[in-house]
């Protein structure tokens, strides 16, 4: 056997050159990068509850804060806290806009992820994306003007602007983020279920039915559960839609008003620090808790999502 | 903003013009009430022709704001639309200035309804029982009407964001001390939105500036008291004080201004000055005649 040639001489040499140098800061850059993310949700948490400790412990009641729809943080009387009113509205207007966006969302997904074939599914799945890229506040416009005339002729009802409103906005507002993570769940699925599936004489519906929703099921929660997250977040178009009124609905043709709404409303020309700046960074801890619970819940859900047992 | 983009005018002016000149430019600092943002800002801009060599920067952030600046001292001048506060005015004599005040201008609120209503006129006292709590009126036909296009009858109550002054202001003029609004009420982010929404909905009633008036909705008559004549707002019933709901709008200096300040007083209160307050939709401080 011939000598064996000598060891790699590159392992002694020094490379530090510039590529070396654009090689480690480009690590140290996308760390960065990776880390921030979970500094920002870290330092945001700190941020909110620190501006809401001293209300917390001086003032806040959570029988009242729970259970009493008097929301009166300016009165000259009494100021009370209850946000009972606020956290039904964001419920009732969330809910509604559930109804109105998971079936639509759903077929969306299963239409381009199924059914739908070349241009067409192309051509939806960019639409869809288009949907979501629309601003807030223009989802906003539509309810107060658009939404607003329609309604009150429609049903003969006093004002337009109440949970129907906000919930269907909402609804279209959500749509586009659950169809592309249903359709992702979808496509999830291997294709050799599928295949299987048509091998046995099913057809293309019994197959998506039967076989493909079934295992994509956690997937589809998911995306449910982030159209959630993403409704109880939602403030401009809420607050315009929504008619912000302090009120418990009954019906869908009330007006109500969401958390969100009630801090971008009233933080603005609220004294530095004072009783009612802590309590609308309260209100921020609650939506806080609450959204990343659903975010939570949906990306643990997602995690698991890989194809379930039939 | 404005301020910022203010200070890096002045800059830039000042290495253009290598320090001469401008250097000696005087800045006034003028901060306070959103109601008069839009007016003080319209001084500032028309003074740059009257008096090239004073720069007003102006800024908004609400009536108690610009009235904390002026006790800190970081302003010269504060725009409120509302009178200073026992406790604000101990404040300032611990800092050892007397506030000086000067009333720039009327606002007078306007109870809209929409252009359809059949109602023209209502009393102070209705008012309080439609928009006060536990307040007894909540039906257009208790005030007499049928409204075309409300078949419900209820009458939808449009307000604004409880830290608004107009909601203080109106709290106190309409429903008196202490009484809080209904709650119900649908509570608008500004005074464009109440407008708005009042003359899209043929059930509604609301209150505004009087600047906002459109063709698409109705101002109310306001009586003292049934029975009593009832005024119309506009600016001269504003500014002679025989509207009801009408508002001085303040501006305050540190102690009896002086020279470029004082200048600029009573620039705003000579006619000119008064005539934009005017243009602007707010009635002037006394009567002026403007083109």
């Not at chain 1, 249903?182 to 039967?210: F, I, M, N």
């Not at chain 1, 998911?222 to 912000?244: I, P, Y």
């Not at chain 2, 007083?265 to 083109?291: F, M, N, T």
């Amino acid at each position: 056997m011939a000598e064996i040639p000598e060891a790699c001489p590159e392992n002694t040499i020094d490379r530090r050159d510039s590529a070396w140098v654009i090689d480690k800061a480009v690590q140290v850059l996308v760390f960065v990068g990776g880390v921030s993310a979970v500094i920002f949700i870290f330092g945001i948490f700190v941020f909110i509850t620190l501006e809401g400790l001293d209300f917390l412990q001086n003032r806040f009641n959570a029988k009242e804060f729970f259970f009493s729809i008097e929301w009166r943080p300016t009165s000259e009387r009494q100021p009370t806290y209850g946000a009972l009113a606020l956290i039904a509205g964001t419920a009732s207007v969330t809910g509604l806009a559930m109804v109105v966006s998971v079936p639509f969302s759903l077929g969306a997904a299963i239409f381009i992820g199924e059914f739908a074939r070349g241009k067409t599914r192309e051509i939806l799945k960019i639409l869809v994306e288009l949907l979501a890229a629309i601003p807030s506040v223009a989802w906003g416009f539509i309810g107060l003007s658009i939404m607003n005339p329609l309604i009150i002729k429609l049903f003969d009802v006093p004002l337009g602007l109440n949970v129907l409103n906000a919930g269907v906005i909402l609804g279209l507002m959500a749509a586009p983020i659950m169809t592309t993570i249903a359709e992702d769940a979808l496509k999830a699925v291997p294709d050799s279920y599928r295949e299987a599936a048509e091998a046995l004489g099913a057809t293309h519906w019994q197959v998506v039915r039967r076989v493909v929703l079934p295992a994509a099921k956690h997937g589809l929660v998911a995306a449910v559960l982030l159209g959630v997250g993403r409704g109880f977040g939602e403030t401009m178009a809420v607050l315009m839609a929504s008619g912000h009124s302090i009120n418990i609905p009954t019906s869908p043709f009330d007006s109500v008003r969401a958390l969100t709404a009630t801090i971008a409303a009233e933080l603005g020309e609220t004294t530095y620090g004072s009783e009612h700046y802590g309590a609308l960074f309260t209100l921020g801890i609650f939506l806080f808790l609450v959204t990343f619970a659903i975010n939570l819940a949906a990306d643990v859900l997602v995690r698991r999502r890989g194809p379930t047992k039939l | 903003m404005s301020r910022h983009s203010l200070i890096i005018l002045c800059a830039l002016g000042w290495i253009a013009c290598g320090g001469g000149d401008s250097a000696r430019r005087a800045v006034i600092q003028n901060k306070g009430s959103d109601t008069l943002v839009n007016v003080a800002q319209a001084w500032a801009e028309a003074y740059k022709k009257v008096n090239p060599n004073v720069a007003v920067a102006v800024s908004g952030g609400g009536s108690g704001t610009g009235i904390s600046a002026l006790l800190n001292g970081t302003v010269d001048i504060a725009n409120s639309s509302r009178r200073l506060s026992d406790e604000e005015l101990r404040l300032a004599e611990q800092k050892g200035f007397t506030p000086v005040e000067f009333i720039v201008g009327y606002d007078a609120l306007a109870v809209y309804v929409h252009k359809n209503n059949p109602l023209d006129s209502i009393t102070l006292g209705q008012l309080a029982e439609i928009y006060g709590e536990d307040g007894s009126i909540t039906r257009w036909s208790q005030l007499g009407v049928t409204v075309p296009g409300c078949d419900s009858d209820e009458i939808v109550l449009v307000s604004r964001q409880n830290n608004s002054g107009t909601y203080f202001y109106f709290r106190e003029a309409v429903l008196g001390e202490g009484r809080d609004y209904k709650l119900g009420t649908r509570d608008m982010h500004g005074s464009k939105d109440v407008v708005d929404v009042v003359s899209r909905t043929p059930c509604a009633i609301g209150y505004s500036g009087l600047a906002y008036a459109t063709s698409e909705v109705k101002m109310l008559c306001l009586a003292q008291s049934e029975g009593r004549p009832c005024t119309v707002p506009s600016e001269e019933t504003a500014a002679d004080g025989s509207y009801p709901i009408s508002r001085p709008l303040f501006m305050y200096t540190r102690g009896e201004p002086k020279g470029t300040v004082k200048e600029y007083l009573d620039w705003i209160l000579s006619d000119e000055g008064q005539c934009i307050i005017q243009k602007k939709g707010y009635a002037a401080a006394r009567p002026v005649r403007c083109d």
